[in-house]
């Protein structure tokens, strides 16, 4: 059983001119393996924002508060202690690797991970399967990473990486933006797998609820203007989807 705790979380950005710019204005969330969150909210309130700053991004400066894996200190970890203490993010914006292919791309990273190489022969069958149930392509593993990947090959990848890298928690960022409903179809039924493990505690942020109605979150949150404006369950995504965000963004205007 793991633990991330986010404890009144405070970020800015630093700007090209040097000024700092406030996003995050005190974040508190608590994910257990083995438990679906999902964090929604309109474009530009800082759902990214905490996805880089739980990963490490450099750009992102954290000015206050506290982020914990199982009591450890993440924000002093480098990103790479991060992934090995069994963070995982899938980015909104995949990066492309150009000559690194996705094979080579996975058996490393299991290899950091796990502290030693996967025996050939069951890695190769596991990451055969994992891309079959994506339905993604067998070739697909000798192209470079994200190289040329339509959105929807992308947002398969990082699912294929999901289920192969077994993170004690993964962030998923937007991976539901872009996907036709075939794929949207196809990448819920991955995240439900590994929902279904119960080994991995999984924060889903979405600006939209559809893919709500395939991963049913046991909790919901609603982030407004870099903090959490409400929390419920799932059916605070349904009410989401009939009234929008506007009331929260009305509210966060006149708020002090
Ligand atoms: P969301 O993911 O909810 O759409 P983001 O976290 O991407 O929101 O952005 C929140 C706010 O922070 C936005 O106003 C955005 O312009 C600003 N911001 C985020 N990243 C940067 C950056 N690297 N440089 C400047 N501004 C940024
Ligand atoms: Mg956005
Ligand atoms: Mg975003």
Same mark, same amino acid.
């Given at each position: 059983?793991s633990?991330?705790?986010?404890?009144d979380?405070q970020?800015?950005v630093?700007l090209?001119?040097?000024?700092?710019?406030?996003i995050?204005?005190?974040?508190?969330?608590?994910?257990r393996?083995?438990e679906?969150?999902?964090?929604m909210?309109?474009?530009g309130s800082?759902?990214s924002?905490?996805?880089?700053?739980?990963?490490?991004?450099?750009?992102y400066?954290?000015?206050?508060?506290s982020? !914990?894996l199982? =009591? +450890?200190d993440?924000l002093? &970890?480098s990103?790479d202690?991060?992934?090995r #203490?069994g963070?995982f993010?899938?980015?909104q914006?995949?990066?492309?690797?150009?000559?690194?292919?996705?094979?080579?791309?996975?058996?490393?990273?299991?290899t950091?991970?796990d502290?030693?190489a996967?025996?050939?022969? !069951?890695w190769? =069958? +596991?990451?055969?399967?994992a &891309?079959e149930?994506?339905?993604?392509?067998? #070739?697909?593993?000798?192209?470079?990473?994200n190289?040329?990947?339509?959105?929807?090959?992308?947002?398969?990848?990082?699912?294929?990486q999901?289920e192969?890298?077994?993170?004690?928690?993964?962030?998923?960022d937007e991976?539901?933006?872009?996907?036709d409903?075939?794929?949207?179809?196809?990448?819920?039924q991955?995240?439900n797998r590994?929902?279904e493990?119960?080994?991995?505690g999984?924060?889903l942020?979405?600006?939209?609820?559809?893919?709500?109605?395939?991963?049913?979150?046991d909790?919901?949150?609603?982030?407004?203007?870099g903090?959490?404006a409400?929390?419920g369950?799932?059916e605070?995504?349904?009410?989401?989807e009939?009234?929008?965000?506007e009331?929260?963004?009305v509210?966060?205007?006149?708020?002090a």
């Amino acid at each position: 059983m793991s633990v991330l705790e986010i404890r009144d979380l405070q970020v800015s950005v630093r700007l090209p001119d040097g000024e700092a710019h406030p996003i995050l204005f005190g974040v508190n969330l608590t994910i257990r393996s083995g438990e679906t969150h999902a964090i929604m909210g309109p474009n530009g309130s800082g759902k990214s924002t905490l996805a880089y700053s739980i990963a490490g991004h450099p750009k992102y400066e954290v000015t206050g508060g506290s982020v !914990t894996l199982d =009591g +450890e200190d993440v924000l002093s &970890m480098s990103v790479d202690e991060r992934a090995r #203490a069994g963070l995982f993010l899938a980015m909104q914006y995949p990066v492309e690797v150009p000559g690194v292919s996705v094979a080579n791309f996975l058996r490393t990273s299991k290899t950091a991970l796990d502290g030693e190489a996967p025996k050939l022969r !069951t890695w190769a =069958g +596991e990451l055969k399967g994992a &891309m079959e149930r994506l339905g993604m392509d067998p #070739a697909f593993a000798q192209r470079n990473v994200n190289d040329g990947f339509s959105g929807g090959e992308k947002k398969r990848h990082e699912i294929v990486q999901l289920e192969l890298l077994k993170p004690a928690i993964a962030v998923l960022d937007e991976t539901d933006s872009g996907l036709d409903i075939d794929a949207l179809k196809v990448v819920s039924q991955g995240i439900n797998r590994v929902r279904e493990t119960g080994e991995t505690g999984l924060l889903l942020i979405t600006h939209y609820t559809r893919i709500l109605r395939y991963v049913k979150p046991d909790f919901v949150h609603v982030f407004v203007a870099g903090k959490i404006a409400e929390e419920g369950g799932p059916e605070l995504a349904e009410r989401l989807e009939e009234e929008g965000y506007e009331r929260y963004q009305v509210g966060a205007g006149t708020a002090a």
